[in-house]
């Protein structure tokens, strides 16, 4: 259940244009509460506009009111189905002492319904394979609460159940006093789990942003006061009058019986009603026109750095969706992208005051149009920042952009149109019901995007600069400027002093953009290409393996999952396995600066330049037994995306002003390592449970500091120039073309090493031992902690022990939720996986984890190692290993057709590690084989609470250890 920001994370201040000389005060005002007209039928978006929707779409209305839309779709697995009910009705819709209620009124859904008692929904869909969080969710927003469903059948008991359960969405939940109190703690549990410092800061940008309007006070999570004093009576009031058909759509994305859905829509909704009516819109209150420059600091000496923006806010002049509409946003858009483009340099310059910077506009609500301009600072660098993004602002509106911006932007726009046309076919259901609620949210046509791309296409060709100009000082003719700084910063007399470093940089001149010289990429070329020397099908994984001369090893696997995208990675080297005590901090400094520090011959935005409307990127990790570029592209631009990652082996930039750049963030990396719990786990807790081995912590600040670029250069040159490289390759391609373009590139590179060294003793990490006990103290002024629990296991090796480790944390994970989240109403989000490596000798363990108030600590700890030797002590229910393993079962059926899962699971370093390919056959037969019996033994073998360690991860007055670590590894799929 995941609130949903609509706003940017700091879009929440000010913007140019011509500027008054003078800072006035306003003063907030209530907003009004006038009644609007009652409402007439809620018209589909198309029906108010002059675009066409999506042919393949069905579009339905009840007498009721309530609206459905069904569309077919078999990908990625047949007889599979994505379900949304959206409700137009958010946090805006609650009155002062409702404050939270749209988002508690979600999360009542699952507390008792009419056919779904107390206790029962999230059982009854996990034994149908539906795993709880993943297949069985919602989100609540300002403007919308969405549930949401992923079927794992479509026959018509399994719709009928789905369907049961959004009915009782709309009008069945009983709410019953006693679930409303008990869940009063797990929101207030979840409103800490998400107070954090830019939380902060955001809600104070919307006070300053939005005086007039009800939306700073509205924020979906609520308030303390009322969150813990709602009464039942207050539920109803909102439930019945928001909760309408009126306000309802129906989304069913699947491989469905379109006249079966249609059938059992009517069924179960025809006879809907709205109980007290239906309502119109509250006003949101109006846009705070006619105040001038006005400006705001607000203060939070915890905040790492600096964050700023200057809007400009007005109340939008279209309203529905159009081809007129679409052509200006894309217009906007392509200005804010040419003004990104230059932001981009500046932020890495020598000397920049910039950590980054960006340039936006959007629409909220059909209230406010929002056009800004952001940048990211360190305290002291806050009035330069300001003046630079003022003054690039003001250059854009002043002398317009260069022909070359314009041509790289207009290529970008459209590769991205183009892209979606082409995988049109290959949408997954999720994505697409995803999409059509956002659409329905935003009032806006959803359209084929194959129509998408001919309109575009049209309109582009027709579009110039001057267009994108002239949208650019439209955005910014007015003398309505907001100013909003917040973070680690103090000011005599602060808003004034903002205000005046504004106008002042407002009267120094700026200059034309220079223009920027034509260059052509200059790794085209690598040599002789290189000849195949061995070639292996392997017929039932439908896997091609191939070793070049120069001993470059291949894995393709040719799928129809994504229809004109292919995703690549380049294993070579070591890695974390790679030496690196005498170089602390190393890794994390490699994963900082290496993309970034582009090529010898070229900059990262000077490739971002040649790249211009083609599907080529990279990306780049230090894995736990190899060095990772990796690349997603299409099959025209496969050869281009080769040769840039090809490039980045052969002639990598090592450029300063990556490290630069990378340096000038530190604040922040090291406030979030040290000052907030999240950061305290990703750090020093995981390199503590990883024996304190310096691979997995970061080093005190002084020492990251020091770290170079010349000995990144050092330390990776073996590796780059002859250590042993697999590359994996999967999706849409030609396999005799594809390992033609290999070898014009990697294919022609020097020998390389035809096995990996001996690395055996690098492969050893120690679970700690002692103490069973561990409190990590930090500083913060949010009061939210962590209580944690591990039990060594062993690695990945043995893997149908994995597997049923893997189940057995699904297990685990259901009894948290059940006795601390449901019983207890201590925490929002209680977890716990098994995590288990295939590169560290004997390494993994089973963790349980959960966010609490800090003086909750002390009495979870010992409850996770009392659910732990329940289960060895008592054993499991039939019944709880039934709803745990169906839906890992489900799973598997998608994750296998999933590109991600072939490339990161399967084919990566597939030669040296042949074992990848006899798991991938082995999974789902071995997962359907489990039996309860052998989850037991191994909880009896592990999970007792002499094995574990317990750790708490709670504020304190005392300032926190200086060492921390890499982030904690994500939770395995069943496809270990």
Known sequence: ?????????????????????????????????????????????????????????????????????????????????????????????????????????????????????????????????????????????????????????????????????????????????????????????????????????????????????????????????????????????????????????????????????????????????????????????????????????????????????????????????????????????????????????????????????????????????????????????????????????????????????????????????????????????????????????????????????????????????????????????????????????????????????????????????????????????????????????????GIVQAVFENEVRVNLKKTEFEKNSIRMTVNFGAGKLQPSADKPGIIPYAQGVFQAGGLEKHSADELRRLFAGKEVGVEFAVGDDSFVLGGKTTPVDLQSQLELLCAYVMAPGFREEADRQFKRNLDSVYNELNKTAEGVIQNEVTGFIKGSDPRFLFPVRAVMEQRTMAELKAWMADALKEGYMEIAIVGDIDEEKTLEAIGKTFGALPKRLSGRPDDSEARKIAFPKEPRQKTFNFTTEIPRAYALAYWPTADMMDIKRTRRLVLLGQILDDRLRLKIREELGETYSPASYHNASDTFTDFGYMTAMASLKPEQVALVEPMFLEIGAEIGAKGITDDEFKRAQEPQLQQIVQMRRDNRYWLQRVLVNSQAQAYRLDWSRSLENDITTIKREELEALAKEFLGAERAITIGVIPAAAAAPASTSTAPSEAPSPSS
Request: aromatic share 8%; net charge negative.
């Open 1 to 541: 259940m995941k609130l949903i920001h609509v706003l940017p994370v700091f879009a929440i201040a000010a913007v140019y244009a011509a500027m008054g000389p003078c800072l006035s005060q306003a003063t907030p005002a209530p907003a009004s509460t006038a009644p609007a007209p009652a409402p007439v039928p809620t018209p589909w978006p198309h029906e108010k506009s002059d675009l066409t929707p999506d042919q393949s779409a069905i579009w339905g209305r009840l007498d009721n009111g309530f609206r459905y839309v069904i569309l077919p779709n078999k990908f990625p697995v047949k007889e599979r189905a994505s379900m949304r009910l959206y409700v137009d009705a958010g946090s805006l819709m609650e009155e002062d002492d409702q404050q939270g209620m749209a988002h508690f009124l979600e999360h009542m859904a699952f507390n008792g319904t009419k056919n779904f008692p107390a206790g029962t929904m999230v059982e009854t869909f996990q034994r149908m394979g539906m795993a709880f969080g993943a297949d069985t969710n919602a989100h609540t927003s300002f403007k919308e609460t969405v549930y949401k469903l992923e079927l794992p059948k479509v026959d018509e008991a399994m719709l009928t159940d789905g369907l049961r359960l959004f009915r009782d969405d709309l009008d069945g939940m009983l709410l019953s006093a006693e679930e409303v109190d008990r869940e009063r703690g797990i929101i207030l549990s979840e409103k800490l789990a998400r107070d954090s410092v830019e939380s902060r800061i955001m809600e104070e940008g919307y006070k300053f942003a939005l005086p007039e309007s009800t939306i700073p006070f509205r924020m979906p999570i609520g308030i303390e006061e009322t969150i813990k004093k709602m009464p039942r009576e207050r539920f109803v009031d909102f439930y019945e009058k928001w909760y309408t058909p009126e306000r309802s759509v129906l989304v069913v994305v699947g491989d469905v019986d379109v006249a079966l859905v249609e059938k059992l829509i009517h069924k179960y909704f025809a006879d809907a009603v709205a109980r007290r009516g239906n309502s119109p819109d509250p006003s949101l209150g109006k846009v705070s026109t006619g105040r001038g420059l006005v400006a705001k600091l607000y203060t939070d000496m915890e905040a790492p750095a600096v964050e700023l923006s200057m809007e400009t806010h007005r109340t939008p002049d279209q309203k529905a969706d159009s081809i007129a509409k679409r052509r200006a946003d894309m217009i906007r858009n392509l200005a804010d992208a040419m003004i990104n483009q230059r932001l981009s340099l500046l932020a890495k310059e020598e000397g920049t005051p910039l950590i980054e910077a960006q340039s936006y506009n959007y629409e909220m609500f059909e209230f406010v149009e929002i056009h800004g301009i952001y940048a990211k600072s360190k305290p002291e660098d806050w009035k330069p920042a300001l003046t630079l993004i003022e003054r690039e602002l003001r250059r854009a509106v002043q002398f317009g952009f260069t022909s070359e911006e314009f041509a790289e932007a207009t290529a970008n726009y459209l590769k991205t149109v183009r892209l979606r046309a082409e995988q049109k076919d290959t949408r997954k259901n999720a994505d697409l019901a995803n999409g059509l609620v956002r659409q329905l949210g935003r009032k806006q046509v959803f359209t084929d995007p194959v129509d998408d791309l001919k309109r575009v296409e049209i309109e582009i060709a027709a579009v110039t600069a001057e267009d994108c100009v002239d949208a650019l000082r439209d955005s910014w003719s007015t003398k309505d400027i907001q100013v909003f700084v917040g973070g680690k910063l103090e000011l005599p007399e602060a808003d004034k002093t903002i205000a005046a470093a504004l106008v002042e940089s407002a009267g120094v001149p700026v200059e034309p953009p220079s223009k920027q010289e034509k260059v052509e990429f200059a790794y085209q070329n690598f040599g002789e290409a290189g000849k195949v020397a061995k070639k292996n099908v392997v017929e039932d994984l």
